[in-house]
C-alpha cells in the first residue's frame, strides 16, 4: 500500500534569471582546474557523475531511467554537460537543458563529497551560467530544495 510508505517532506524553490549576471572578481582557486564540456557522455559515465554528486542529497530520478532514456537526454544536442576536474579528476558537473529555448534549465549542479568545502563550487556554478548566457536566453531557471547541500539556495 503506497499510502502506508513514509515520504520525505520536501520544499523546492525555483528560482529565475532573466539577465546575465555580472560576476566580482573572483580569484582563482588554489588547485589546478580545468571546465570540459562532456560531449556526447556515455551513459555510464554520466551514471558516475550523477550518482556520487548526488548520492549524498537523495537525488534517485535518474538512477531510476533506463540507459536508452537517460541517453536521450544527456546525448541531447541541446543538453549541456559540463565537467569540472581537479587536479585532473572529476570534481562536479553542471548540465544545462537548452531543450525548451529561450528558456534554459540548470537541470543538475553539484560536487563530488571529496570536493565540497575547498572553494570549487561557486567557480563551477559561475562557469556554468556564463555558458548558459552565451546562448542568449530569456530566462535561466533551476530548482533546488531542501534535500539539496544546505548552502545550495544561498549559492
Known amino acids: 500500500m503506497a499510502d502506508d510508505i513514509p515520504g520525505i517532506e520536501t520544499v523546492i524553490t525555483h528560482l529565475e534569471m532573466t539577465s546575465a549576471p555580472r560576476f566580482p572578481h573572483r ?41 536508452t532514456a537517460l541517453a536521450e537526454i544527456v546525448q541531447h544536442e541541446d543538453v549541456d554537460v559540463f565537467v569540472l576536474y581537479a587536479g585532473g579528476v572529476p570534481a562536479g558537473y553542471g548540465e544545462l537543458d537548452r531543450r525548451n529555448m529561450p528558456s534554459i534549465e540548470l537541470a543538475f549542479f553539484g560536487l563530488i563529497p571529496e570536493f565540497i568545502g575547498r572553494g570549487l563550487g561557486p567557480h563551477l556554478l559561475q562557469w556554468t551560467i556564463e555558458a548558459a548566457w552565451s546562448h542568449d536566453p530569456d530566462v535561466l531557471t533551476v530548482h533546488t530544495c531542501n534535500l539539496d547541500h544546505p548552502r545550495a539556495l544561498g549559492l
Not at 582557486?29 to 537523495?58: H, I, K
Open 27 to 67: 580569484p582563482p582557486p588554489a588547485e589546478s582546474v580545468a571546465f570540459l564540456q562532456a560531449e556526447r557522455p556515455t551513459v555510464s559515465f554520466y551514471r558516475y557523475l550523477y550518482n556520487t554528486v548526488g548520492e549524498p542529497w537523495l537525488w534517485w530520478e535518474r538512477r531510476a531511467m533506463s540507459d
